[in-house]
T-cell receptor, first 109, second 112 residues
């Protein structure tokens, strides 16, 4: 079945760039997503990329997709303390989303 | 703005009780989903519904059932709560095959 894997923890200094990586198994995925979850809150869609794209940029966020290696990454430029959260990678095949376990991003000031 | 609301933020129930978790969305979305979130496991799909009275099992349906009598409301039912169902439960909705799925704030359920 589908599987999504991501590293569990990342610590960066304020002002540095953060890169969160994700690998997935379903080659028929149509969309790939990054969601953010702040403490005590639900999931907020940060950005998404359609499977026929290689890159998407949205302000401080850059998403890179390598379909050959089934690898997705999220780069956050100029990381701020407000970026501290859990980041979930997800793939969509058909009607369902499959989520990774989440990466805890800790930003040190 | 799309709004997905869940009936409770925190719930404490006893083992063996019947538990209802309610989810309401206000954007006439066809699809609604129930997930549970556990540390280190991410979100796992319990059930989803693509129309009124329609439901499909997700990856971990055992011990749960659902009800969708009206388009805007999707209920998750724990027929006999057990301690291993202590978790965060998240509801979501989506319009058709649109890219965006909207999440509610979650219900943290503790079964003692």
């Amino acid at each position: 079945g589908e599987d999504v894997e991501q590293s569990l923890f990342l610590s960066v200094r304020e002002g540095d760039s953060s890169v969160i990586n994700c690998t997935y198994t379903d080659s028929s995925s149509t969309y790939l997503y990054w969601y953010k979850q702040e403490p005590g809150a639900g999931l907020q869609l940060l950005t998404y990329i359609f499977s026929n794209m290689d890159m998407k940029q949205d302000q401080r966020l850059t998403v890179l997709l390598n379909k050959k290696d089934k690898h997705l990454s999220l780069r956050i430029a100029d990381t701020q303390t407000g970026d501290s959260a859990i980041y979930f990678c997800a793939e969509r095949g058909g009607n369902k989303l499959v989520f990774g376990a989440g990466t805890i991003l800790r930003v040190k000031s | 703005d799309v709004k997905v609301t869940q009936s409770s933020r925190y719930l404490v129930k006893r083992t063996g009780e019947k538990v209802f978790l309610e989810c309401v969305q206000d954007m006439d979305h066809e699809n609604m989903f129930w997930y549970r979130q556990d540390p280190g496991l991410g979100l796992r799909l319990i059930y989803f519904s693509y129309d009124v009275k329609m439901k499909e099992k997700g990856d971990i349906p055992e011990g749960y059932s659902v009800s969708r009598e009206k388009k805007e409301r999707f209920s998750l039912i724990l027929e006999s709560a057990s301690t291993n169902q202590t978790s965060m439960y998240l509801c979501a909705s989506r319009q058709g095959y649109s890219y965006e799925q909207y999440f509610g704030p979650g219900t943290r359920l503790t079964v003692t």
